[in-house]
């Protein structure tokens, strides 16, 4: 059973959604991966929307870039939690993507992300916090993960003042 629906708009977004899935699968959370288009296929994006709350996802995940209106669409349609991702584009540099994503009305809110793939990871990390709520396994490995990062800074420190000292 998924937990997590990452909703891409265009099959041009899937390099930069990877670093998500990544994440997921780093902690074992079921995820399902769809290509439609909050603009170009708005029926297929409904039904997966309705398809994926059925199944028994908890959270939604839409990256998109220009207009960007997907995670917008998502959230408009569930009232379960939905984190948007903006996607870069050779045109505005992604600015049009994040303030569509950003920029939502009252009672249609977005958990907006970075631009790109930091965004990405951001997400699925967001997407497990949520999730971990819930599931006492899932809090530990986000747990550990946080003190992994946190022991990578002290060791750079070190090696940063061995270098300093001569070393």
């Known amino acids: 059973m998924s937990r997590v629906a990452i909703f891409i708009g265009s099959d041009s977004d899937q ?8 994440v997921l699968e780093d902690f074992g959370i079921p995820y399902t991966l769809e290509v439609t288009s909050a603009h170009r296929s708005p029926g297929r994006t409904l039904r997966l929307i309705r398809k994926a709350e ?3 996802v908890a959270v939604f995940i839409a990256a ?11 959230a408009a ?5 939905v984190i948007g991702v903006p996607v870069e584009n050779a045109a505005l540099g992604g600015l049009d993507a994040l303030l569509s ?16 793939k930091t965004g990405a990871a951001n997400a699925a990390l967001l997407a497990a916090q949520v999730l971990a709520l819930s599931d006492p396994a899932l809090r530990d490995k986000l747990e550990k993960y946080k003190k992994k990062m946190e ?17």
């Open 15 to 22: 390099e930069v959604i990877q670093e998500a899935v990544r």
């Open 54 to 56: 059925k199944q028994g």
């Open 64 to 74: 998109a870039g220009k207009a960007a209106h997907l995670a917008g669409v998502v």
């Open 77 to 81: 349609h569930t009232v379960r939690p």
């Open 101 to 116: 994503t950003v920029q939502m009305p009252k009672g249609v809110p977005v958990a907006t992300m970075a631009l790109g």
């Open 151 to 167: 022991d990578k800074v002290e060791e750079a420190s070190r090696k940063l003042r061995g270098t300093q000292d001569g070393g």
